[in-house]
């Protein structure tokens, strides 16, 4: 079990050191994702809770401390 969680996590950060730059896109997409669905009201908790805002500015600050380690 421990050999196969290292050796995903091996893959995982060979996969982001070529990318870097992907996580925090992907936050910008899920902000700017945000941003549109609250022309959307009626649909419910989600525009409500701003989901997507909060999930992507902690994957964009996720991955830029990622990047930054790599």
């Known amino acids: 079990m421990k050999k196969q969680i290292s050796e995903f996590i091996d893959t995982l950060s060979e996969f ?3 990318r870097k730059g992907l996580l925090p896109m992907i936050g910008v997409v ?3 994702l945000n941003l549109l669905l609250q022309f ?3 649909l419910g ?3 409500s809770s701003n989901l997507f805002l909060h999930f992507g500015v902690i994957l ?3 991955g ?3 990047a930054w380690a790599l």
Do not use: E, K, R
Request: no cysteine; net charge neutral.
């Open 60 to 62: 964009a600050v996720f």
């Open 64 to 66: 830029f401390m990622l």
């Open 30 to 32: 899920l902000i700017i």
């Open 40 to 42: 959307f009201p009626g």
């Open 16 to 18: 982001f050191a070529y």
């Open 45 to 47: 908790w989600i525009t």
